[in-house]
């Protein structure tokens, strides 16, 4: 996979500059269009602007014959909301940010899906039941590594940063055991993280990653590749179920 070549320090200062710009409360904005709706946002939530990846990866995901879907980090809860519109009859939105949580249930009664759509804080999987499996799993992850002592102090920066990628891990290694039989867990990424470390923290998760598509849009006036992948175990085959 290709990627320009930019050093840890260039990933992090971009990261800082996004923190900066697509947090909510920099700018008072209330709402935003997005895939033909209207959505609410709660300060310090995620934006998703054209040009984030939101709109893609949620209108790229394979919802069909997934009634029961887990959205882990929901934001605004445009995915979560759209996944109940188009099929998902069970969806379970979760965020580490209690405002995205409550965005993401404003969202869905907004758009009439709020029976359909149970969202709570989780950080990964740790705050689920630990029963509870689902037919399909989704994390658009936060992708710009940050410092193992980064220390978190406004809630957009959770949608920016993970240090040293550990919730990525946690993710990559926990998401088979929430799934139903045949189901299946999907991961986003994109051109401003680190290809090369999500590479080593899939094979340190044992899992293997089958890119189901890719689309590069402008973000702030650069291209940006956002990468949707299943998460394959390690003895299952690459592109079997594309
Ligand atoms: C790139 S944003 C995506 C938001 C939304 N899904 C979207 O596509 O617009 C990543 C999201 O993951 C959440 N997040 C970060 N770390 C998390 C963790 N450890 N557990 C759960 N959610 C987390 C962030 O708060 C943020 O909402």
Redo the contacts with the bound molecule.
């Keep these: 996979m290709q990627q320009t070549e930019t050093t840890f320090d260039d990933r992090y200062r971009t990261g800082l500059d996004l923190a900066a710009r697509l947090g909510g409360e920099t700018d008072g904005t209330e709402a935003f269009e997005l895939l033909g709706r209207q959505w609410d946002l709660l300060p310090g ?4 602007r054209p040009g ?3 709109e893609w ?2 209108t790229a995901i394979p919802y069909r014959n997934a009634p029961r879907f887990l ?10 909301v759209w996944a109940a519109l188009h099929g998902c009859g069970h969806v379970t939105a ?4 209690e405002s ?1 949580v409550r965005n993401t249930a404003l969202n869905a009664a907004r758009h009439g899906v709020g029976d359909r759509v149970r969202a709570q804080r ?3 999987f740790s705050d689920l039941a630990p029963d509870e499996r689902f037919d399909l799993v989704f ?5 710009i590594e940050a410092p193992e002592d980064f220390e978190f102090t406004r ?2 920066e ?3 940063f ?1 240090r040293g990628y550990s ?1 990525l891990r ?2 990559l290694s926990e998401v088979h055991d929430r799934l139903t039989p045949g189901g299946r867990a999907l991961v ?1 990424f994109n051109s401003l993280g680190d290809q090369r470390r999500i590479e080593e923290t899939a094979r340190q998760a044992g899992v293997g990653l089958h890119r189901l598509g890719e689309s590069t849009r402008l973000l702030s006036g650069e291209g940006v590749t956002f990468r949707l992948f299943e998460i394959l175990r390690p003895e299952e085959p690459r592109g079997e179920r594309a």
Aim: hydrophobic share 45%; glycine share 10%.
């Design positions: 939530v995620f934006w998703p984030t990846g939101t990866y949620t959205e882990i980090g929901c934001g605004a809860g445009v995915t979560a979760t965020d580490v940010v995205a989780s950080d990964v994390w658009n992850c936060s992708v809630d957009v959770w949608a920016i993970d919730a946690r993710y986003t």
